[in-house]
């Protein structure tokens, strides 16, 4: 759990350093995405979830 703090640390660093602000919202749209499927993953709604993309 610790590496996946540490990963969005470094990425948030990244960021920030390099002044690249407009990665900001392709990866906060990847990290709900993949939230959305992990969380949908073994219930009803999955079919129609994954039949959106």
């Keep these: 759990m610790h590496s996946r703090w540490r990963l969005a640390l470094e990425l948030w ?3 920030r350093v390099r002044k690249k602000w407009w990665l900001a919202p392709i990866v906060i749209t990847l990290a709900l995405l ?3 499927i992990v969380a949908t993953q073994g219930s009803a709604v999955a079919p129609f979830i994954y039949a959106l993309f």
């Design 13 to 15: 660093d990244f960021l």
């Design 34 to 36: 993949g939230l959305l």
